[in-house]
């Protein structure tokens, strides 16, 4: 039982129900939005796309920046330098990195996502 | 509660469940345990997205593809190639029917591009049965402002401000309908709101329940809180089991967060909601019929003045709203009621959710803005006529409004506009008719509803619409009389003026608009025995053309009553010619579509 019985105790569970419909808001008005993508074909996967995107997701989550999303998408047919990690500003050339590795994840994460998504 | 990379929405509103969404869901839950990534998705079974048409519907997030008709066969695919892969199943996006063209994200859709949903805006986003969704995306926030930031007053000039006029029917202010109560002087008050929702086609107040109870919860607070209320009531009827079932669970995880019940967010404001589930008497709808019933009475409308307003629910204050009134509070609260007034048309503020249904390729629920005109729903949104057939007429404000023709399609929807051309809004459903379409028959429809829902207090209403359906009936058997069109006229008038309730001041309605707009159509049923539209059995015969007809049989084999018979006469091939037995047809129209060289007729 998680009574409210004030207006900051609202808030709270604002705060922590928040992340979990975030996604699902942030797609919704998705204009906006910053997309970063990662390659999840079978190349991709080889050389550990899997860390990269779990490291991205929990980079951006961890940071609670309200408007990157993480997507998976497939092969992008480059085979040497999978797994390619693209970020999509709005209305801007993407940014694109090759062979991303988690640590490379993290960074790109701290440098690109975290500062421009306006987080203190 | 940690958020998961991939979130699963399975559209759950009643059209996808009777599509089959819960299949869909279930394979979901096997495929992912089986693919070992159960704990990487999470699935959630969320209200009504609005295109019922395409059903049931798969949003995958965050990417936010847009599939439909999404069958458990589907789900394994989407699982292993979408989810596991990356790569999107172009089979399952919609294609446009006219250009073919395939749509990845709903955004860019035609069905979706014209709208802006507001009162709908969290349905398809949160899950109805988790009121965490609801507090996540600022929910119950309007009602602590209204608690700890402002007096009654303030929050009831918001509402005025904002301009929001009650979307069951009428159009009156809200923010003045609340003064009202307000200004009243008493102990005990009460907030009610109207889930009646009883207008043959029309489901959006259904819909907002099943997918985003919370929001009428809180707007139902925040009103309570207006005008001093400390009880409220839910009037639904028992025929919209899965809205009153999400809607218990809403008022019960409520009451347990405190939301609902004594002295909430530990001020000394408290507030109740319990449910009424009605029989489903399309009457109980009209405000002081429900309150009626809600005290156990039979659901007759009572005389006004005095208004609910004054004295309504046991004699007190009572505030009536309908659903999708109450699902524009809680945002107008946040947003302002600048924002508000920014939506939509001068004197019309904001949305309208309307359902679409009839001869449309886009059968669904779309929420715009006031002032787009019929002609950008009908064509933009809903996707033309079916068929490619001609429109003729689109049906607005349900058995009391009335149709809208020709160049009327381009007005702009406002509670004014609709009213000129002799229609209404209503709740909002939009019957599109084509030209198979009788527009005598249509009318006799819309009576045969009224008659058997009048609930026979006023006898203009009781006796008057059955003596009108008696007419409408015979016209549509070739029995018309030269002076039947008067009379209906007259009979017409008559209820208007006389009755009690909205349900007979505006049961003549559909039949009065067709008179105005298709008085060719009622003198062919009447003077030359004929139905243009080829829809009023009695008056139609199937005619096989000598000329066409190549002796194929396909029409005698699909004859259910085998009445088409084969004669001496020598066409086609070396093959018989058909005829059609007038006597024993019953004019089902089997062989009609099936006919090769298109030889049937009607005339």
Known sequence: MRKINSREDLMALNAQYRDHVLMRLLSYDSLNRTEVTVTVGECGMTNGAKDTLTALFNEVNNAKVDDVSVIAVDCADDCGNEPIVKVIFPGKEPLVFNNVDSAKAKEIAKEHLIKKGGVA | MNPTRLQILICAGTGCISSGCLDVETAFHESLAKHGIADEVAIFKVGCLGFCEQGPIVKVYPDNTFYVRVEGKDVEEIVTEHLIKGKTIERLLFKDPETSERYYYYKDMPFYKSQLRVALKLCGIVDPEEISDYIGVDGYQALAQCLFDKSPKEVIDIVKDAGIRGRGGAGFSTGAKWEFAYNVKGDKKYVVCNADEGDPGAFMDRSILEGDPHSVIEAMAICAYAIGADEGVVYIRAEYPLAVNRLRIAIEQAREYGLLGKNIFGTDFSFDIHMDLGAGAFVCGEETALLNSVEGMRGEPRIKPPFPAIKGLWQMPTIINNVETLANIPQIILKGAKWFQGIGAPGNTGTKVFALAGKINNVGLVEVPMGITFHDIIYKIGGGIRNGKKFKAVQTGGPSGGLIAGDDINIEVTFENL??????????????????????????????????????????????????????????????????????????????????????????????????????????????????????????????????????????????????????????????????DQAECVKCGACLPKCPTKAIITE
């Open chain 2, 419 to 580: 009213q000129a051309v002799g229609s209404m809004m209503g709740s909002g459903g939009m019957i599109v008719m084509d030209e198979d379409d009788c527009m005598v028959n249509i009318a006799k429809f819309y009576l045969d509803f009224t008659m058997e829902e009048s609930c026979g207090k006023c006898t203009p209403c009781r006796i008057g619409t059955t003596r009108m359906y008696e007419i409408l009936d015979r016209i549509t058997k070739g029995q018309g009389r030269e002076d039947d069109i008067k009379e209906l006229k007259a009979l017409g008038e008559t209820i208007k003026e006389t009755s009690l309730c909205g349900l007979g001041k505006s049961a003549p309605n559909p039949i009065l608009s067709t008179i105005d707009m298709f008085m060719d159509e009622y003198e062919a049923h009447i003077r030359d025995k004929k139905c243009p539209a080829g829809a009023c059995k009695d008056l139609v015969q199937y005619v096989i053309v000598p000329e066409k007809c190549i002796g194929c049989t396909i029409c005698a084999r699909v004859c259910p009553v085998n009445c088409i018979h084969t004669t001496d006469q020598v066409v086609g091939r070396n093959k018989q010619l058909h005829v059609i």
